[in-house]
Structures are given as C-alpha cells and as structure tokens.
C-alpha cells in the first residue's frame, strides 16, 4: 500500500520557519520525482519546489525562492521542505506527490494534471497568521 505521509505544522506566524517531513512508503523511492504542492484557499494546486530522482536537479517556484528548500532522505525514503520567512500568502495545504518515469521536474511543479502525478499524499495545513 503506498504512503505518502505530511508532518502538520498548523498555525505559524508571519516570518517563521517550519519543517515539513513526508516519510512514504510501498513505491520504489529512488525512481520517482518528488514534489511539494500547494493548495491556497481559491486556488488551484501549484507546485512549490520539485526535486528530480536521481541527478538532484530542483525547480522552486519563483515566489519561494530563497525563501523554501526541498530536500530528500532515500536512505530514509522521505522528502523535506524547509519553510522561512513565511508569509500570509503561503498559507495553504500542503501536499508532497511523486512521479515516476522520466520526469521533468520543473514540468511536475508546474502542470501536474497535464504530466500526470502517480501518488499524492493527504496534505496537511499551514496557515501563516499573526
């Protein structure tokens, strides 16, 4: 049974800088593409940073740069997003997804429902409020 798995952070304040962690389970890690995706409140699901297989290229969002890191365990089969200087505007739910095959990372980020993703996680919610 596949797993993808979020951290919930909740409630933030403006300029904080929480971690979120999705440990996944019952798919060959190594072989897929991974993403961070956002759902804000009337908006469509974007991706926020993608991270490749293999070769470790990554594609951020222009709005995150700077500011967001992603980052993979495959010892551990989990994917991270290191969030700072957070902003009202980042409030959303937040999903980590994965695609397998050749992936074009920067393509998974920013058409997911045109690419085709393989597996989403449930998402958790990270409001950005003082």
């Known amino acids: 049974q596949v797993q993808l798995v979020e951290s919930g952070v909740g409630l933030v304040q403006p300029g904080g800088s929480p971690i979120l962690s999705c440990p996944a389970s019952?798919?060959?890690?190594?072989?897929?593409?991974i993403g961070w995706f956002r759902q804000s409140p009337g908006k469509e699901r974007e991706g926020v940073p993608c991270?490749?297989?293999?070769?470790?290229?990554?594609y951020y969002k222009d709005s995150v740069k700077g500011r967001f890191t992603i980052s993979r365990d495959n010892a551990n089969n989990a994917v991270y997003l290191q969030m700072k200087s957070l902003k009202p505007e980042d409030t959303g739910v937040y999903f980590c997804?994965?695609?397998?095959?050749?992936?074009?990372?920067?393509?998974?980020?920013?058409?997911?429902?045109?690419?085709?993703?393989?597996?989403w996680g449930k998402g958790t919610l990270v409001t950005v409020s003082s």
């Open positions: 997804a994965a695609r397998g095959g050749m992936t074009a990372v920067q393509h998974m980020c920013i058409m997911p429902y045109v690419l085709g993703i393989d597996y």
């Open positions: 019952g798919f060959t890690w190594d072989y897929y593409a």
């Open positions: 991270i490749s297989s293999s070769d470790g290229y990554i």
